[in-house]
């Protein structure tokens, strides 16, 4: 981009627009994946949603390429487009509950931990992730699980409105009543259709929960999980657990002996009575006397960024995703080999429960097109030293190369790693990815918003 150009931008803009030759130019283009290296002509910090409107005129007049930025922990970088502009909503982080309603509003630059903090002040919250650094845009039109998705559903079924910045730079709002289509496609169709400036969602009450943590020796990892696939889904929908293949962190609340141990276990929630966490967690010695566990009643905001410091901006990452609607003894042979030649301390395998409350929204009722899916899967590489970054990719992409012929096919969007086939994508979206496509020539015909896991206008 000329300077001119550059120039003409900051003209168009209330929001700083920061070129390459800006001194804050290299913070401002990291992200939350420090594997992904590059180099936008420009990083337009929108104000507001009219700084999104004469941004994404002014890219799409001069035929610039476009990517857009909330929390910044896309994993496979799609915020950053070499030569492009990168339209960074980070200034847009606010907040607005209303507690009779139970309802909130929240800028589209917004973390979670903004969104669990000022809703945690009246005894609500929302299932959305698992930490408080995570943007809730990206999440959000991806789909959205975490600790609350048993008992409440997936974020996009909490979803009730979006303002949204379409590629001809008008503004909509999209609900059940206005815009229905746009609406459908934005609950789990990622950011193909637009610029969503702002979320309205449902509350629940929730304020302090059960944490649990719960271990066993890797080489248990067998055992343990052939436990878990029968003890979870017919578990109370109070009890959240997603299973994990770590090597234990150092410090609190882990005791020295175990530091550094390559284990498997549980990460709980309980929603009922904190008092009663102990209680719901009984079945567990069922898989055989844990390592470790621990219990602590929790406020949730504290749940939701617990893994924060652990896991920061700036590490090298690679992940991929599958959705799985059992755990077969095949599969789990697998994970317990790749869960033994853990090639980092940070490398891990979630496995996310997507039943419960998820199950009862209809099929085709929003783009999500796993319903019948009760996990979602992420192989995780991850190290801070670039020197490893060859190797913690390969064992991910070796994993889930063994894993997925146990897969239901296709894999949560925002799971999906850097450089994945278009034929992922569409297995990612199943049977709705014509209805995805056709909704996408309506409000996007020429793709300006292609920076993501691709939807094609329809022909």
């Not at 487009?81 to 309802?103: E, F, N, Q, Y």
């Not at 994993?399 to 999906?416: D, K, R, T």
Request: glycine share 12%; proline share 7%; net charge negative.
């Amino acid at each position: 981009m000329d300077v001119s150009t550059l120039e003409a931008m900051r003209t168009a803009l209330r929001g700083p627009v920061i070129g390459p030759q800006d001194p804050e130019y290299t913070e401002a283009r990291k992200i939350y994946n420090a594997m992904i290296d590059r180099r936008p002509a420009a990083i337009v910090r929108c104000a507001d949603a009219a700084d999104v409107m004469a941004a994404v005129d002014f890219i799409r007049d001069h035929g610039l390429e476009l990517a857009v930025r909330g929390g910044g922990h896309s994993g496979a970088g799609q915020c950053l487009v070499d030569g492009g502009v990168t339209i960074d909503l980070s200034p847009m982080r606010w907040v607005r509950v209303d507690p009779a309603a139970k309802t909130a509003w929240v800028g589209g630059g917004s973390t979670l931990g903004d969104l669990d903090h000022a809703a945690h002040a009246f005894g609500l919250a929302t299932p959305a992730g698992i930490m408080s650094t995570t943007g809730v845009g990206g999440l959000t039109l991806g789909g959205g699980h975490g600790h609350l998705t048993r008992k409440y559903g997936l974020t996009v079924d909490n979803l009730l409105a979006a303002d949204v910045v379409l590629a001809d730079g008008s503004f909509v709002t999209a609900s059940e009543t206005e815009h229905p289509d746009l609406f459908w496609a934005l609950r789990g169709g990622g950011g193909n259709f637009g610029i969503a400036t702002s979320f309205s969602f449902r509350l629940h009450p929730v304020h302090t929960v059960g944490l649990a943590v719960t271990l066993w020796p890797v080489d248990h990892i067998r055992e343990v999980l052939r436990w878990y696939r029968d003890f979870l889904p017919q578990a109370s929908e109070d009890l959240n657990g997603f299973f994990a293949v770590l090597a234990v962190p150092p410090g609190p609340p882990f005791p020295e002996e175990i530091h550094g141990h390559k284990m498997c276990g549980v990460v709980w929630c309980w929603t009922g009575d904190p008092g009663r966490t102990e209680e719901a967690l009984t079945p567990v010695n069922e898989a055989g006397p844990p390592a470790f566990h621990f219990t602590a009643p929790m406020p949730y905001p504290m749940l939701q960024s617990m893994f924060d410091e652990l896991i920061p901006a700036g590490l090298q990452w690679y992940w991929r995703g599958d959705f799985f609607d059992r755990i077969t003894d095949e599969a789990i042979e697998v994970h317990a080999k790749y869960a033994e030649n853990l090639p980092t301390d940070l490398s891990t395998m979630h496995l996310y429960p997507v039943d419960g409350a998820a199950h009862r929204v209809g099929q085709g009722d929003t783009a999500w097109s796993y319903r019948d899916a009760v996990w979602s899967g992420i192989i995780g590489g991850v190290d801070p030293d670039p020197a490893n970054a060859e190797t913690v990719k390969q064992w991910c992409v070796d994993y889930w190369a063994e894993l997925h012929p146990h897969s239901m096919g296709g894999g949560y969007v925002n799971f999906l790693g850097a450089g994945e086939s278009q034929d992922r994508v569409k297995a990612t979206y199943r049977g709705h990815y014509d209805r995805l496509a056709a909704v996408k020539r309506t409000y996007d015909p020429n793709n300006l918003f292609h920076a993501n896991q691709n939807i094609a206008p329809a022909q």
